[in-house]
């Protein structure tokens, strides 16, 4: 295997790719333990373990040209399978989703389809999927299960998702991206939830910002193609990432596969890629969809409009145990009134929220959460205090969010100490 070069560069990456971990925009909501889920999946997105076989004999490349390489690549048409598997490290939650919720805020009505709700599925297990693009305009992923299986079709303005399990269909107008009803595009592929190698790479080189090492790790063989490794390390101490790896293909730049070690150690966190591809062009068939016979077909429209409905239901009834929230506009208060501030930069970087009315979690003690609930919530959270008071840390391999006893929450991809630290001098 011909040398490749790994000295360490800062901010190398392509030009636009700085800033915080992707996701930490998205506010965490009222449940935490379930919020930290989704971060984890916004953050770094989701993807398996796959088998090299033999290192290849390739030409040197430096990581400032592998990464150039990634950035130029131009790929439009491929297909194949994709393998995801992610272990964070959360308790399985079981039949306790229902605590967590307060009745009706997360009703999709009969939108069992909906892509913004089956494919945050992927956050957790090992999971197949069918992939294809011919395109920005078609795109199908098809979840694969033993007997049973979920494809999200997009094909020009239409956005179709077909649940075979329970019969379900959803629709989606692509206005061009403009508009309520023209989010097509938006549900191909929801936001945080990307679902090939390549987004997951994009994600995790937007934090190459000079506090990154970025290295050529040799090379592999994955899908039957070769492939340069690109490594990613985090400079500084106390992020919960102990470094990234992506195959990137040699002959077109193409990541293949990604994988996310923890800095704990372990089996990897996060490990995707395709087990098969074919640059060809897929058939057209691929990108059409026709509604089974008997199948129930639900509107985006329809299904925004019903959980919009459920949950206002919701927050009025919730009104009177928890005035604190006096205000909210359903689930989307949330967001903040008081907005959201980040704190550091890079790897390191902290969101801080701060929830309306500096509500508090929820407790057994208050009347707000069942004892089965509580339970959940103890299994992954640790009591903390300092000159900020006193709270709760609950944990992921990845992603960590600290909830204060006055309402504030620090989460991030770092340790415990550093969301203490953070909060301590927030003030």
Known sequence: MAPNDSAGTNGTAAPGTTGAVAGRRKAVRYIVPVAVAGVAAATIGLVPAL??????????????????????????????????????GIPSLGGLAGS????????????????????????????????????????????????????????????????????????????GGQGKAGRGKEQAAPDGVPTTPKALAEQALKAADGTTSVTVGGTAQVAGRDAYRLVIKPEQSGSTIGSITVAVDAENGTPLKFTLQPS??????????????????PDASSFSFTPPKGAKVTEADEAEGHAKAEAGKAAEKAKGDLSAFEGMSGMDGMHGANGMNVIGKGWNSIAEIKTPGGAALPSKESGDLPAEAQGFLDSVGDKVTGKFGSGTVFKTRLVNALMTDDGRVYVGAVTKDALVNAANNAG
């Open 100 to 175: 967590f919720i307060p009745e009706g805020a997360g009703d999709k009505g009969s939108a069992s389809a909906d892509p913004q709700t089956k494919l945050t599925e992927l956050a957790s297990g090992t999971h197949t999927l069918r992939v294809a693009a011919d395109g920005p305009d078609k795109q199908r992923v098809s979840i694969l299960d033993k007997a049973s299986e979920y494809s999200l079709i997009h094909n020009g303005d239409q956005v179709w998702a077909y649940d075979s399990k329970s019969n379900a269909v959803y629709h989606a107008k692509d206005n």
């Open 264 to 281: 704990s150690g372990g089996k990897a966190a996060i490990d995707a890629g395709f087990t098969s591809v074919d640059f060809k062009k």
């Open 51 to 88: 088998a090299s076989s033999g290192d290849p004999d390739l030409p040197k490349i430096t990581a400032q040209e592998l990464i150039e390489k990634i950035a130029a690549s131009d790929t439009q048409q491929l297909s194949g399978t994709v393998k995801i598997s992610t272990d964070l």
